[in-house]
């Protein structure tokens, strides 16, 4: 993607994003009192989608696909029923749930192909909202303007699509008297067919992918706040379907007919724990002052009943290492919230505690892979798995397997070279986690900045003629890669462009480049305590006793200006090192025939003074800031694993307090690197605190 994109006025974008009454085969749909919005997204006059071809395959298709694509014998459902009615839109399910399958097994093209074949005009219900999901994940994988905007056609149609098999709006009366019910929107619900309400739950799916993409491709605040609108929209009619479900089996437990009303199918009820599901999620992860809005409009996020729904699809709980419900008794959305809860208990766990279940996505994971073995999706969940328990060298090889799976979607292989870097950063391979950021650097287009810096920092810490050179060359050019989304800069992309204006203003030099890219990453939390010990902690304490030959006369080191700020970053690291010899992440397996050269409670003394020297050093800090937050933090879960917590609670809330901290007054103005980030990881400490739990 061209990096200065998402800068530029684009033509079309305001008709590709305007909204008014569909017209469709020759008639106005009305709006739906599920939702405030007046109407659906307009899809066959946008100026920037009036190419997408609704009736062939993307032409992208071709230029993902690497290598042979394998052609398994594969067991297709019936043949569609022609010619097409609305009525009969729910005998579609058993083929878009073989074609979700073959997308679970690496099959992704001949999923692809399948969709087509069976509706090329795209007037299917569910096979025309199903090939515009392949082509949202198609579109996020490559990040590329003509696949994000192919993308948006496709799910818009979709959206619309959905729209002609949603109920017509009530009569203003009806809608009245509902509203001083208060019993509009289950009444309604009600009252549709079982095809009206599939629409639906389709409906607010598609809205949903729509409006991802649109967050993801708009280049300012305007079109930011249309597509998040449409998320309210999306959010409102899950809630009054998720509500509509409540009573539906509320109203079955009255009766003695079980927890569950039987005439409800497992498709639909798998649909609204999705959807239900994630809106809680999202919403609970809002910062704080975002969440205090959206809560004025009546949206509140609960984590705990979120997970519990998407845990409900699957009927997984923690007491059975086995889910309760079956691959033959699944809604055909079941696969689909096993992979929201392992994002989140895998991805997400970096930036929260509360909910996070490592077990749980143990027993999500295992399941899966007997299902699909060669599933491309959960051999990546695999990996991460492996890299949140502190065991690198497995991660690398559920990535490698990753990537041998399935040659048709070569940007998935970017995922596994992204996790791959991380994890070989962690075992301190530098040319092995080398090799992969320049893979990223030359193939992928989600941030050329973060690739072209990796591999730069990389090349400053291997040394060599050549490779400062080479890394130099690399350095000059980040800060002109970087891209925004809807107007804003990319936090990490900031981070990474000051790191290389500072370096090309010093000649070519960083001290320890890669281990502090290491510890931003989480690769020295991840590292076994041997690797720390005898790999990365000589490094810091190398740079140490280089440093303190200049401690008396720090104006003749580097450019006379350059001292502090690498002092303070050789101590901030130092002390992350100790922490995490000292006390591993609370995830970690640990080897018990490893062999820890420092004793606990010597790395634990070492940390906190080398912690306790930053905060001392701090005003000297002309650039490099954002060491004194982070080591405020990292003192705070070193003193949390000591179990001092109110002494942890202090320095949490020191981070969090907005205040300036032990820095100059240049480093009191505007905010740090990574400083949201930072704010997010220390709400998580202080919920891990609240709860007992290890730090």
Not at 338 to 351: A, E, P, T, Y
């Amino acid at each position: 993607m061209d990096a200065s994109r998402a800068n530029l006025a684009r033509p079309g974008l305001q008709s590709a994003y305007s909204d008014g009454y569909l017209t469709h085969n020759g008639h106005t749909t009305p709006p739906s009192p599920l939702t405030d919005s007046p109407s659906v997204p307009a899809i066959f006059s946008s100026a920037s989608t009036s190419n997408t071809d609704f009736t062939s395959l993307p032409s992208d298709v071709s230029k993902l696909c690497l290598g042979t694509i394998k052609k398994p014998v594969l067991v297709e459902p019936p043949a569609v029923t022609w010619p097409y009615s609305n009525a009969t839109a729910l005998d579609d399910i058993t083929g878009i749930a073989y074609a979700l399958d073959m997308f679970l097994k690496s099959l992704m093209v001949e999923s692809e192909e399948y969709c087509h074949r069976c509706d090329p005009k795209k007037e299917r219900l569910y096979f025309a909202t199903g090939f515009g999901l392949i082509q949202c994940v198609k579109a996020l994988m490559s990040y590329e303007d003509d696949d994000l905007l192919s993308a948006i056609g496709h799910t818009k149609h979709g959206n619309a699509i959905a729209n002609e098999h949603r109920k017509k709006a009530a009569s203003l009366p009806f809608r009245l008297a509902g509203y001083v019910t208060g019993s509009s929107g289950t009444n309604w619900v009600k009252s549709m067919t079982a095809v009206e309400r599939h629409a639906e739950l389709v409906y607010a799916e598609s809205l949903f992918e729509k409006a991802l993409l649109g967050i993801v491709y708009s280049g300012d605040w305007l079109a930011f706040i249309k597509e998040a609108l449409n998320m309210r929209s999306t959010m409102q009619v899950y809630r009054q379907l998720g509500k509509f479900l409540d009573q539906m089996d509320a109203e079955a437990r009255a009766r003695g007919e079980g927890p569950e009303d039987k005439s409800i199918d497992e498709h639909f009820r798998s649909g609204v724990y999705l959807g239900v599901g994630l809106s809680h999620l999202i919403l609970s992860l809002m910062p704080a002052r975002l969440a205090t809005l959206v809560e004025l409009f009546g949206y509140k996020g609960n984590r705990r009943a979120g997970l519990a729904l998407l845990q409900k699809a699957g009927g997984w709980t923690k007491e059975s290492s086995n889910p309760s419900v079956s691959e033959a008794n699944e809604g055909v959305r079941r696969s689909l919230c096993d992979m929201v809860l392992l994002i989140f208990h895998l991805f997400l766990s970096g930036f929260t505690h509360d909910g996070v279940d490592i077990l749980m996505a143990q027993k999500i994971v295992d399941w899966n892979l007997k299902r699909y073995p060669e599933g491309v999706f959960f051999l990546l969940a695999q990996g991460r798995l492996s890299l949140c328990r502190s065991q690198p060298a497995r991660a690398i090889a559920s990535y490698q397997k990753a990537m041998s799976v399935q040659t048709q979607y070569r940007n998935l292989h970017h995922v596994s070279f992204w996790e791959m870097a991380v994890s070989n950063l962690a075992l301190w391979e530098i040319e092995e986690s080398l090799k992969c950021w320049r893979n990223l650097h030359e193939e992928s287009t989600w941030s050329k900045a973060v690739y072209a810096y990796g591999v730069a920092a990389l090349l400053i810490q291997l040394g060599g003629e050549a490779e400062q050179a080479e890394g130099l060359r690399l350095m000059t050019e980040v800060p002109k890669l970087r891209q925004r989304i809807a107007g804003k800069s990319i936090p990490l992309e900031k981070f990474v462009a000051r790191k290389a204006r500072k370096c090309e203003a010093q000649g070519g030099r960083l001290l320890l480049p890669a281990l502090e890219l290491a510890y931003i990453f989480h690769a020295v939390a991840r590292a076994s305590r041997p690797v720390i010990a005898e790999q990365m902690l000589p490094l810091v304490e190398a740079a140490l006793v280089e440093l303190k030959q200049y401690e008396g006369a720090p104006q003749t080191y580097g450019n006379g200006a350059e001292f502090w700020d690498d002092w303070c970053l050789a101590r901030h690291l130092e002390g992350a090192c100790l922490r995490y010899i000292a006390y591993p992440g609370p995830d970690a397996l640990l080897n018990p025939d490893e062999v820890v050269p420092i004793p606990q409670t010597d790395a634990a003394q070492r940390a906190s003074a080398a912690f306790r020297a930053v905060f001392a050093n701090g005003p000297n800090i002309q650039l490099d800031h954002y060491i004194v937050y982070h080591s405020h933090f990292e003192y705070g879960r070193l003193l949390a694993c000591m179990g001092d917590k109110e002494g942890a609670r202090t320095q949490f809330d020191l981070v969090l307090s907005g205040k300036p901290l032990e820095v100059n007054t240049m480093g009191g103005k505007g905010k740090y690197s990574l400083e949201n980030d930072l704010h997010m990881r220390t709400n998580a400490a202080l919920e891990a605190l609240d709860e007992d739990k290890r730090l």
